[in-house]
C-alpha cells in the first residue's frame, strides 16, 4: 500500500516535469548517439569523444525510441523506470528494517532532494541510482539468503552495469566491501562470494579503458568540472539540497537526546508513548550502517579518484549519497520517534509538504523556462531569407536546433575556432562534444569560423550571449557584429539545466572578408 501511493506520487511528478522540461544539451547528446542505431555505431561514436561517458544509457535509449518513437517521452523513459525502480529499492532497503512510516520518511526525504530532479533527465544519473541500491539489496541477500549464488551473480552484474552506465558507478563498490569488511569482523564469517562478485563487477571497468582514454584525452585539458577536493562540501550541498540541514539536525539530535536521557532529562516525544518500541522493528545492523556511513562518503571518494586518475568529475557522478541521506534520515527518526507515531507522522507530512512545494516551484521554473526559450526561437530576425544562422554557444545550439521549424534548422551552424574558444571561454566540453560528432552523429553542421569566413556567405545572423567567444573574437579581428535585440526573459533560460551562457542575444554580420563593416 505505501509503495504503491510512494509510486503513484513518483509517477504523478516524473510526468509532468517530463512534460514541462525541455530537453537540454547533455540530453539531446544522448538523444542523437542513440539515433546512430546500433551497439557498434554507438561505440564508435562514444571513441572519437562525442560523449565521455560509457554506452548503456544509449543504449537503452535506442531500444525505447524503437518502440516509443523518437520523442521526449520515448527518449526519457529508462530514466524514468531506473529512477523508480532506485526509489522502490531504497523502500524495500529500509522496509526489511525499518515500519512502513520510516521507510515512507527515507524515501520521502530523497524526493525532497536536488538529487531526485534527474529522475526524468535520459542521462548515466537515474541508472547510478538504480544500480546502487539494487547492490546494497544483493549483497544484503548474498549474506542473509539461503540461496547465495544467484545474488552473488546479480551483484556483479549490477556492479558492472553501474560502471556501464556512469564510470564513476565503481564507487558503489565501496559501501559493500567497507560493509562487508565490518560483518566480517563482528561475525567472524568470511563470505567469499561477497569479494569476488565485487572484484568481477569492478573488473567490467576494463573494457573501457580504450572509451576513458579518449575522453581524458579531449576533455581534460579544457574541462569545466575539474576535480578539486575544495568542492566536495558543495557536491553535498548540490545533490542533497536543502534537506542537508534538517538531516544534519536529525543526526545530531541522536546523540544529544541519548546524552540528555543519561542526565535524566526527558524529551516531549517521550511523553504518552502511543506505541511500544518492542513493536518496532529492529534497526540496522553495524555491518549496515558502515556502508550507509561510506555511502555518505560518496562524495569524498569520488572527488579523491577524479583527483588522481580522470580529473573530472561533477556533482551529479555522486548522485547516490542521496540515498545514504535518506537512509540516515530514515534511522535518526527511528532512533528518536520510534513508538511515537504522531512525531513520525508529522515529519512525513513535513517531507511531504516540502516534496509538494519543490516540484511546484520546479514545474513554474520549468514552464517559464520553455516560454523565454520558445520566445527566443519564435522572434529570430530573419532578413532575407537564406542568410545562415551562426549559434556559438554549445548549450544553446543542440535545443535550438531541436525545437526549430525545418527552415530554421536547415540555416543552423555551430561555429567552431578552438583557439579562439580558449582565449575567452573558460572551458570548450560542449565545443568538443560537437566538434567530435560532426557529421556523423549531430545533424547540423559544425564548421570552423575560417571556412565559413572563406566561403563568402555574406550575411549572417549570430545567436549568442554578447560575451560569447565568437563575437568577442570577431570585435578583435575588425568585424562589427549589429546587435538586433536581446531576447525577452533570456534570464530565465538557466531556471534549470541551463539553456545559454548568459542571457543571448540576436546579432547580424558580414563574415566576408573584403568588408568587415556592417552589411
Known amino acids: 500500500m505505501a509503495l504503491g501511493g510512494l509510486s503513484i506520487l513518483y509517477w504523478a511528478i516524473v510526468l509532468v516535469q517530463s512534460t514541462l522540461k525541455l530537453l537540454w544539451l547533455d540530453e539531446l547528446i544522448t538523444f542523437y548517439v542513440a539515433r546512430l542505431g546500433s551497439a557498434r555505431a554507438i561505440w564508435n561514436a562514444l571513441l572519437r569523444g562525442t560523449d565521455p561517458n560509457p554506452p548503456l544509457i544509449h543504449i537503452l535509449s535506442m531500444w525505447a525510441m524503437r518502440v516509443f518513437g523518437q520523442n521526449t517521452f520515448g527518449l526519457r523513459l529508462p530514466a524514468m523506470l531506473a529512477s523508480w525502480a532506485g526509489?522502490?529499492?531504497?523502500?524495500?532497503?529500509?522496509?526489511?528494517?525499518?515500519?512502513?512510516?520510516?521507510?515512507?520518511?527515507?524515501?520521502?526525504?530523497?524526493?525532497?532532494?536536488?538529487?531526485?530532479?534527474?529522475?526524468?533527465?535520459?542521462?548515466?544519473?537515474?541508472?547510478?541510482?538504480?544500480?546502487?541500491?539494487?547492490?546494497?539489496?544483493?549483497?544484503?541477500?548474498?549474506?542473509?539468503?539461503?540461496?547465495?549464488?544467484?545474488?552473488?551473480?546479480?551483484?556483479?552484474?549490477?556492479?558492472?552495469?553501474?560502471?556501464?552506465?556512469?564510470?564513476?558507478?565503481?564507487?558503489?563498490?565501496?559501501?559493500?566491501?567497507?560493509?562487508?569488511?565490518?560483518?566480517?569482523?563482528?561475525?567472524?564469517?568470511?563470505?567469499w562470494r561477497?569479494?569476488?562478485?565485487?572484484?568481477?563487477?569492478?573488473?567490467?571497468?576494463?573494457?573501457?579503458?580504450?572509451?576513458?582514454?579518449?575522453?581524458?584525452?579531449?576533455?581534460?585539458?579544457?574541462?569545466?568540472?575539474?576535480?578539486?577536493?575544495?568542492?566536495?562540501?558543495?557536491?553535498?550541498?548540490?545533490?542533497?539540497?536543502?534537506?542537508?540541514?534538517?538531516?544534519?539536525?536529525?543526526?545530531?539530535?541522536?546523540?544529544?537526546?541519548?546524552?540528555?536521557?543519561?542526565?535524566?532529562?526527558?524529551m516531549p516525544w517521550d511523553q504518552n508513548r502511543e506505541v511500544q518500541p518492542s513493536t518496532e522493528k529492529r534497526s540496522f545492523p553495524p555491518y549496515e550502517m558502515a556502508a550507509m556511513i561510506t555511502l555518505g562518503l560518496y562524495p569524498v571518494l569520488?572527488?579523491?579518484?577524479?583527483?588522481?586518475?580522470?580529473?573530472?568529475?561533477?556533482?551529479?557522478?555522486?548522485?547516490?549519497?542521496?540515498?545514504?541521506?535518506?537512509?540516515?534520515?530514515?534511522?535518526?527518526?527511528?532512533?528518536?520517534?520510534?513508538?511515537?507515531?504522531?512525531?513520525?507522522?508529522?515529519?512525513?507530512?513535513?517531507?511531504?509538504?516540502?516534496?509538494?512545494?519543490?516540484?511546484?516551484?520546479?514545474?513554474?521554473?520549468?514552464?517559464?523556462?520553455?516560454?523565454?526559450?520558445?520566445?527566443?526561437?519564435d522572434q529570430l530576425p530573419v532578413l532575407s531569407g537564406s542568410e545562415k544562422i551562426l549559434v556559438p554557444d554549445y548549450l544553446l545550439v543542440l535545443p535550438f536546433y531541436y525545437y526549430a521549424s525545418p527552415d530554421i534548422a536547415s540555416r543552423i551552424v555551430f561555429p567552431v575556432d578552438f583557439q579562439a574558444i580558449h582565449k575567452y571561454e573558460s572551458d570548450d566540453a560542449g565545443d568538443q562534444n560537437l566538434w567530435a560528432g560532426r557529421n556523423r552523429v549531430f545533424p547540423m553542421p559544425v564548421e570552423k569560423v575560417a571556412s565559413l569566413e572563406a566561403d563568402h556567405t555574406g550575411e549572417s545572423v549570430i545567436v549568442a550571449p554578447n560575451n560569447n567567444w565568437l563575437l568577442q573574437e570577431l570585435r578583435a579581428t575588425g568585424y562589427h557584429p549589429l546587435l538586433l535585440r536581446f531576447s525577452p526573459h533570456g534570464d530565465q533560460l538557466g531556471n534549470l539545466e541551463r539553456m545559454s551562457k548568459p542571457d543571448p542575444a540576436y546579432f547580424t554580420v558580414n563574415l566576408s572578408k573584403p568588408n568587415k563593416e556592417n552589411p
Open 87 to 191: 526509489m522502490t529499492g531504497l523502500y524495500l532497503f529500509l522496509r526489511a528494517r525499518l515500519s512502513v512510516i520510516f521507510s515512507m520518511i527515507g524515501v520521502c526525504s530523497f524526493m525532497a532532494m536536488a538529487g531526485f530532479d534527474y529522475s526524468c533527465d535520459e542521462r548515466s544519473y537515474a541508472l547510478l541510482l538504480c544500480f546502487s541500491i539494487v547492490s546494497l539489496l544483493l549483497w544484503r541477500r548474498i549474506v542473509e539468503g539461503r540461496n547465495k549464488n544467484l545474488p552473488a551473480i546479480g551483484l556483479a552484474l549490477a556492479l558492472a552495469a553501474g560502471i556501464s552506465s556512469n564510470y564513476f558507478g565503481g564507487l558503489a563498490v565501496f559501501p559493500i566491501a567497507v560493509g562487508e569488511a565490518a560483518r566480517t569482523f563482528q561475525q567472524k564469517r568470511f563470505c
Open 194 to 266: 561477497v569479494w569476488l562478485a565485487l572484484l568481477a563487477g569492478s573488473a567490467s571497468i576494463l573494457a573501457y579503458l580504450p572509451l576513458i582514454h579518449a575522453a581524458m584525452i579531449r576533455f581534460i585539458p579544457h574541462a569545466w568540472d575539474k576535480a578539486k577536493l575544495s568542492n566536495i562540501p558543495g557536491a553535498y550541498f548540490e545533490m542533497i539540497d536543502y534537506v542537508l540541514i534538517p538531516a544534519l539536525i536529525l543526526l545530531a539530535a541522536v546523540p544529544a537526546t541519548n546524552i540528555l536521557h543519561g542526565r535524566g532529562w526527558r
Open 302 to 377: 569520488g572527488y579523491g579518484i577524479a583527483t588522481v586518475l580522470s580529473g573530472m568529475i561533477a556533482p551529479r557522478c555522486i548522485i547516490p549519497v542521496c540515498y545514504a541521506f535518506a537512509m540516515l534520515i530514515a534511522t535518526s527518526a527511528y532512533r528518536l520517534f520510534a513508538g511515537k507515531a504522531k512525531f513520525a507522522i508529522a515529519l512525513l507530512a513535513l517531507f511531504l509538504t516540502w516534496v509538494s512545494v519543490r516540484e511546484i516551484v520546479i514545474g513554474v521554473g520549468g514552464l517559464q523556462q520553455k516560454q523565454a526559450f520558445f520566445a527566443l526561437r
